[in-house]
């Protein structure tokens, strides 16, 4: 049966080498993304940084430590507590300290080429000239400060030696603060790192300008300074290794290390990447293994007449069916080994494109891990036995006469366990889609629900194509089969009779053109949602926010914009809170320190109950993703520095698209800064002629460039806020669906190839008949189209079914959002599948169309 089995293959050498190219690509794509994601898993160890060369540092705890019955619960506070004073002055008489400020800063008309960002200023900090020696920073050129407008600046050697380059000593540049924008002297210049943007001022000016003192580097003994800060404190000092008191931390050798700025950045960093290539993996698996069994099962679909005159011959079921399985093993062998080849040469192009397009950390790199490319290798052989188990079993079912009338036309009828199968995968991707919508319509909108839920209609469709192809078939070729020529009609009736060919071919432009539309569909319609969520629930004229995630507004700004006659303002901060939730999870939630008074005149928030008119310095605005959420009721919580408050609820929002956080008053965050303002002019403001509203608006902008604040319309802040997608969002789906689009294109072609070259009889009796080359080659070119666009509206129909689910989650969220369809991008992939189509069905059959029709009718089984 071996020999048989060899030599049955050599004989269909093009059918199973495109199972094979199949199998190879399908597994070289598992592995790469295994591999890629493998080296997420560690983020690489580092010290102390900031502080490597202080001896003892002091300060404030930044992590929230709650005990409950399931053990110990963490988290990360967002506005930790000052040093204080008294503390400070006790170590200072144990020694030398140097006191340590931390503020946002950036320069306003010039850049330094990898040192301090211009223009935004994300990332870049201000900090005393003392503390510099605890990293160390020495000087590169010039000298340290020495008066309030003088600073030194980091500066990497690259723009150094670049002439004209960056900022140089001697140089008068605007500086951005916490107290506005002046102009200062660069006296100095320091190297640069990659774990802070700083600059550096006096020691006075930076108490100046943050009064805070955010840590202290003591040159004393360790246990000396943990009996004083036990001292001051009047606690007793806890028995943690870093010698921290309750509230305060003495780190020390590798403690250090917590004191960085961002200090998990490395772990962090690799989160989004993980999230991003385990979402790749899931749906490269899923497209591989679809695409993968599908070819497989065509393959054997096609030599069900072969099959049928081996049961003429005498071969027993169980013979056809070990036949067809020695085939898939001699077949998914070679092929999952040359994918794991492939993959392996694969992934570092991959974790370079991560790199480079500043999705992944510079050091991101594939590392020496194995494991991947087993499972990429077991997962190829699983996937070719499990392509062809169903075909093998009705393979072995055929009867001779069956397959000798079956040769001719393929019914595409549907076996029982199919349908089965097919309405329990159809009912599972609508029943979950139901489930949601009439639970948690917010679930639509998270990633994992918006990428997963597309694969089971993908697969509900695709078990169903026999029954859905002849349809769809009908209805796109309704045109072209009443035009003048036969090419329509034939190309009609081709496609409708060789149901499996059809499906088999559909299939990748199937899961192409719904993937695609689903996940571009998805992200842009919520993206849009968010913003038209923005800007209904702001009733402001202007919305000023600080640049960079922990930015901070000037003081001077804040005041001068209150000032200015007709216009109200509110000015808030951000802050976190923290609740424990069934006593066994610590949440935290972003929120928003306000005063309800000038809110109200600024926001229109989406009330679902209360009144945030209520809110008070002991009470607290929620939404309804709390557990506890009923007005009226008091809520145990931890503020942003740490201090535990119980609140009463006042008023809770509506769900909304995930954004509406929790409302507090400022003296509940009293570590917040104010970093947005908003400014409605005021009943009357905007007279009929106009001029208040100019005057206003003069005063704005006057205020903005005093203080170095960029002021926006509020048209302009959401167009600003909130894009389509952000471009972290953009590159992961571009790599996501890049990853499951080429290789959907390579199957296309592979698939067709096999088809077409099968068919070189049937292209010899058109021959015989009359049909001329090109005629022929119209014909192909033809029912090519038409499987295309029968795959295409196939994945419409998933798509529409995914967005409406969704259209229908934002109106349970009480969104009123349009849907966003990406046109232009599924013409494109549409478009790209027809060509590769076109070419792949053309090429072939010209290839065929070289022999003489009478030899090839006289070669035919």
Known sequence: MLRLTLQGMRARWVTFTGSFVALALGVGLIAATGLALAATFQAPHRGPERFAAAPVVVRASDTLRVSTPAGERTQRLTDPRPVPDGLAAALARLGPTVEDRTFPVSLADASLGGGIDSGDGAGAVGHPWSVAAATPYRLTDGRAPATAEEIVVAVAPATRARSGGGVEVGDRVRVRTPAGTGSRTVVGTVGATDFENPMFFTDAEAAQLSPRIDALVVHVDATAVRKAVRATAGTQASDTPAGSGPGFEVLTGGERRRADPDPDRDSEALVAVNALLGTAAGITCFVSVFVVASTFAFAVAQRRRE????????????????????EAVLVAVPASAAGCLLGDMGAPPLAAWLVDNAIAPPWFAIGDQTWPLHTAFWTGLCVAMAGVLTSSWRAGRIKPTEALREAAVDSGAMPPSRRLLGALVLLAGLGLLVWSLATDPG??????????????LIVGFALYAPVLVPPVVRLVTWLPARLPGATGLLARQNAATGVRRTAAVAAPVLITVALAASLLGTTATISEAKSTEAAAQT?????VTAPGEEGALPDAFVTRARSIPGTAVSASRATA????????????????AVDPADLAAVARLPVASGRVADLDDGGIVVNEEWLEGTVGQRVRVWLGDGREATLRIVAVLRTGTGDNGVYVTPRNAPGATVDRVDIKLRDGADGADGADVAAVDAALREAGRATGTAVLTKDAWVQRSHPRSSESTRLGMLLILGIALLYTGIALVNTLVMATSDRVGDLAVLRLTGATKPQVLRLVAAEALVVVAVGSLLGAAVAGLNLLGLRGALALLSVRSPLVVPWGSLG??????????????????????????????????
């Open 539 to 543: 009733s402001a004229d202007y919305v």
């Open 828 to 861: 494109a992939m549409v478009a790209a599948s027809a060509v590769l189509a076109v070419v792949a069905a053309v090429v072939p059959a010209l290839a065929a169309l070289r022999t003489r029709p009478v030899e090839v009718a006289g070669t035919r089984e």
């Open 577 to 592: 809170v923290t609740v424990l939730e069934e006593d066994v999870a610590l949440v935290t939630t972003e929120a928003r």
């Open 443 to 456: 679930e639509a909108l998270k990633r994992k629900t918006y990428i997963t839920r597309p694969m089971l």
């Open 307 to 326: 099959f049928g005159l081996l049961r003429t011959a005498g071969a027993t079921p169980r013979q056809i069916r070990r036949t067809v399985f020695a």
